[in-house]
Every structure is written in C-alpha cells, then in structure tokens.
C-alpha cells in the first residue's frame, strides 16, 4: 500500500514566480490538508480539503490555494512568491472514523524561493 | 503566545536512557493528541496517537496526557541511536471549526549517541 506521495521533491523559483505542488493521498483516504515548515519550526496549517472543498483555512494569505480532485488527490498553488515562502510543503491525509482523523504525511516538497 | 510550546532542546542522551520529551498547550478544546517523529529531510512519520486525557503505550513508547495542566508527553525506553530524530507533538480540537486542523509544536531534537 503505497504512502502519500508528493512532487516534486524539490523546486527552485524566483520571487515574483507561481508554483503548483501536487499530493496523492493514501489509499483509502479522502481528506488531504497541506502544511508549510520553516527551518527549525513545526508545521503550520495551510488548508484541508474534502469532497473537494476547502473545510478549513489557517493563517496564510490568498495567494495560497489549493484544490482537490474526483480521485482525492490535491494540488497547492502559491502565487506571487516571496522569498519567506521558502520551506517545506507537507501533505497530509486522512479520513474519519470512530477514533477520530489520523494524518499521514508525505516526504514534503522542499521549495526553495531566489 | 503560541498555543502549544515545546521546547526545542537539542536533547543528547547515551544509548540505553529514558528521554522525556514534553509539550504543554493552551487552548482547552484540544481533545486529540499525536507525537510525530521527523528524521531529516523527511515528512513527519506518526507514532502515538491519543485521544483525551490518560496513558497509551506502544513498545518503547509511552504517550500520556494531563488535560487538567494542559500538558502532554512522550517517554521512550531503552533509547537507541536509531530514535535520533525531531520529535513533534501535536494536537486537534474535536468538532467545531478548528476540526482536522493540526497544531504543533517547534519539535524537540534529539540525539542518542552509542
């Protein structure tokens, strides 16, 4: 059973630059949320999306969006990029059940922004 | 103030030791606890996930988490060189509109040398 799976696994862009990641989610899974970690820092919260509709949104401009296909698998979008947009991009999935919403995370894509 | 602290160590300990790893927070609807391992340039992998207060325990590890002081932890026995990793708590309200969303702390890195 394969794992979620992101790509690229790395990127370089230049500010002002546009960059789509992409992220398979566990078999059986059916809700994909994507987080961004600094250097040194834990994962934030970008969005979750399910049944391909953003559920919920954390604190990062509208210049991050995202979108979820027919077969669960999800892209984010940032736009406009700054160089404080370097980081890791991680992917999540899940889904619910009676214990409750346990996420798997993918290897991440490593964004660098020149 | 962030709403789940941990301290970033970094931790050293020999092989064979007893490491504490701990996080406390500050929104009381947490209701849903997680300790993430991250081993370098990879996506954060689960190991423990529990729900409400009390103790849960898996091989050398053992979860256990004080609602009333808002205060979580990880023990691991028998420390070996392969535990050398950052180590993530994380947590999820139940229901309500922060549902799904994960919220972590900074990690804590930790060495276990032979």
């Known amino acids: 059973d394969a794992g979620v799976t992101q790509s690229p696994t790395h990127l370089i862009k230049t500010r002002g630059q546009q960059v789509t990641l992409r992220c398979s989610p566990k078999s059986g899974h059916d809700t994909v949320s994507w987080y961004q970690q600094a250097l040194g820092q834990g994962p934030q919260f970008i969005f979750q999306y399910y049944e391909e509709e953003e559920r919920q949104r954390g604190n990062f401009p509208d210049r991050f969006s995202g979108h979820q296909f027919p077969n669960y698998s999800s892209e984010l979008n940032v736009n406009a990029l700054l160089l404080g947009d370097s980081a890791l991009y991680l992917c999540?999935?899940?889904?619910?059940?009676?214990?409750?919403?346990?996420?798997?995370f993918g290897p991440g894509t490593r964004l660098l922004v020149l | 103030q962030k709403e789940v602290e941990q301290d970033p160590g970094p931790l050293s300990v020999p092989e064979g030791a007893i490491v504490s790893l701990n996080c406390t927070y500050s929104?009381?609807?947490?209701?849903?606890f997680m300790w993430y391992r991250q081993y370098s340039r990879k996506g954060p992998e689960l190991l423990m996930y529990?729900?409400?207060?009390g103790n849960k325990e898996d091989g050398r590890f053992t979860a256990q988490v004080d609602k009333s002081s808002k205060y979580i932890s990880l023990f691991i026995r028998d420390s070996q060189p392969s535990d050398s990793a950052t180590y993530l708590c994380?947590?999820?309200?139940?229901?309500?509109?922060?549902?799904?969303?994960?919220?972590f702390g900074q990690g804590t890195i930790l060495t276990v040398h032979p």
């Open positions: 529990t729900y409400s207060s």
């Open positions: 994380a947590m999820s309200a139940a229901g309500g509109t922060s549902y799904g969303k994960l919220t």
């Open positions: 999540a999935s899940s889904f619910l059940d009676t214990q409750g919403e346990t996420q798997y």
């Open positions: 929104n009381s609807a947490f209701q849903y």
